[in-house]
Structures are given as C-alpha cells and as structure tokens.
C-alpha cells in the first residue's frame, strides 16, 4: 500500500501564526516553495498560506505586508493527512476540498506536503486526470 509518507516531499517547514508576511515570502524564497503551512503557538496546524494570497490578499488590496501576520491569513478549516494514510485517502482530501498542497501529519508534527509534483510522480494517468478534473472544476 502507497502511503501518504511515501509520496510526500519530506522537509516541510511552518511558519508561525504571528510571523509577518513579508518574512513568510522571504522563506518561500529560501525554501523554493509557493506554500507554507502556519502554525499556532502549540505548533499545531490553523492554515496554509501561498504566495498568491500574500500577492492577491495583501499587496493588490494595498496593505503593507510586514505589518499583516500570517494568522491573520488563515482562513477556513486547514486540512491534513496522517503519515500512514493512503494514496486513495490523500487523493480523497484532495479532490474533495478542491486543494492542491496538503500537510502531511505524523504523531502531531509536520513531516511533509504533498503537492500535484508529488502526486504527478506516483499516480496512474487515470487517477492524474480524476485529481486534476475534481480539483480545477470550475463550479
């Protein structure tokens, strides 16, 4: 059985709730990601943040992204997958919440995201073509 640890790209970072998002952007930088998961003061997931929402709900709304924090970011219910979940569960969050980059949870830590990357290199074509046409559905 393919589990979500196996597809997932290992060496995934939060950044904390209360960190600016233009020091968030600098870590994407460093990191060469276009997301990060945030993370409350218990370490615990409350969000995900792109580089689109730092670009389309800071920048192009006008506001000074060293003064707005991650937290403030977060929106909705983040969602995640156990480490020892399977392909089809990973594929079932997925589709199902319409998300294309899902923390990966082991005992309560971050250990990695999956990405469409990650997902292009383990699945069949069949299954890549369900994700992509759940998942880019217009509604």
Same mark, same amino acid.
């Given at each position: ?12 970072? &939060?950044?904390? =709730?209360?960190e600016t998002l233009d020091r968030a952007? !600098?870590? @994407? ?6 997301? *990060? /998961?945030i993370a409350d003061e218990n370490e ?26 991650c937290g403030e970011m977060a929106k909705?219910?983040?969602? &995640?997958?156990? =480490? ?7 594929? !079932?969050? @997925? ?6 980059? *899902? /923390? ?36």
């Amino acid at each position: 059985m393919t589990t979500a640890r196996d597809i997932m790209h290992e060496g995934a970072q &939060w950044v904390p =709730a209360h960190e600016t998002l233009d020091r968030a952007a !600098q870590l @994407m930088r460093d990191l060469d990601v276009g997301a *990060l /998961p945030i993370a409350d003061e218990n370490e615990r997931l409350c969000g995900i943040l792109t580089d689109r929402d730092i670009v389309v709900g800071c920048v192009a709304m006008g506001h000074d992204p060293a003064r707005i924090t991650c937290g403030e970011m977060a929106k909705g219910t983040p969602r &995640w997958i156990d =480490a020892g979940a399977d392909v089809g569960a990973v594929l !079932q969050e @997925m589709q199902g919440h319409q998300i294309r980059r *899902l /923390p990966v949870i082991d005992n309560k830590r971050l250990v990695g995201m999956i990405s469409e990357a990650d997902l292009a290199q383990h699945l069949t074509d069949d299954q890549l073509k369900a994700f992509c046409e759940s998942v880019y559905a217009t509604s």
